[in-house]
């Protein structure tokens, strides 16, 4: 996480330990693909972990205890109700940035999986992160630390069984909402899914602005609105497209 003081002051009034990552100056991928580096880093310098959950921050609510019942290997979360993996264009474009069609089209049939949450034993977990970042390492390309790649290098390891890992269904431990069908609800100040269950940790709740209302008048009221946009929407978009241009083309050796 970057280190603005007034977040900082914030997660430690709640006993959040929260680690700032320096960037490398060798590898400067996209942080969601940098975040798997710094999840390894933590996890090898605290061989006393027994398990963990490895999560987005910005769209992520919890509800419950997220290790009950405790998971007896690593789980990772169906990010769409229903239909293949073939069927996202999101997640087929960047799995075959990464490995190309061959290799996309094998998996077509697999579900399609989020990695903004993965929980599981610490050890596996390690070994997972890890394996995301091998596999995202294309020597010759700047798609291994683009946007995207931690979704297809964990699609590739999950669905190659390159590591075992059991896909969970939705409204589970996590209930993941983006693209939910209807049927999601409040109650009593919590998200309640559309079998009438809670799940202790709730994934892209903000793409709904009526569950963004609620649970910032419920947790975070005090808290200032750090989402993007304004006169700043020509710079980003002016970066996004030098990096989409830069990946389609071959590093200089």
């Known amino acids: 996480m970057h280190d603005d003081p007034a977040l900082l002051a914030f997660l430690a009034a ?3 330990e929260a680690v700032v990552v320096a960037p ?3 590898w400067t991928p996209q942080p969601v693909v940098a975040r798997f580096s710094a999840y390894e880093r933590y996890i090898a310098a605290r061989p006393g972990l027994r398990r963990v959950l490895m999560t987005d921050v910005r769209d992520v609510v919890f ?5 009950v019942p405790a998971p007896t290997g690593l789980e990772v979360f169906v990010e769409y109700e229903a239909g293949r993996l073939a069927d996202h264009a999101f997640q087929v474009k960047h799995l075959r940035a990464l490995a190309g069609d061959a290799l996309a089209r094998r998996l077509d049939d697999q579900p399609c ?4 949450t993965i929980v599981g034993p610490a050890d596996e977990a390690a070994r997972l992160c890890r394996l995301i970042l091998t596999l995202g390492a294309i020597p010759r390309s700047a798609v291994g630390g683009g946007f995207g790649v931690d979704q297809a290098s964990l699609a590739l390891a999950v669905g190659y069984g390159l590591i075992p890992a059991q896909v969970q ?4 431990r996590v209930a993941t909402i983006g693209m939910a069908s209807d049927g999601i609800r409040l109650e009593d100040g919590r998200i ?5 269950g809670v799940s202790p940790v709730v994934h892209q709740y903000d793409r709904r602005p009526e ?3 609620a649970m910032r008048a419920r947790w975070s009221q005090a808290l200032p609105d750090r989402v993007a946009k304004g006169a700043g929407a ?3 978009w002016r970066r996004k497209t030098a990096a989409s241009i830069e990946r389609r083309l071959p590093d200089l050796r």
């Open 14 to 16: 709640h006993d959040v």
């Open 113 to 116: 999986i989020c990695a903004g």
């Open 234 to 236: 020509w710079t980003r």
């Open 63 to 67: 509800q419950g205890a997220p290790f």
């Open 169 to 172: 269904d939705n409204y589970r």
């Open 211 to 213: 569950l963004v209302e």
């Open 192 to 196: 309640v899914n559309p079998d009438g």
């Open 24 to 26: 490398t100056e060798a």
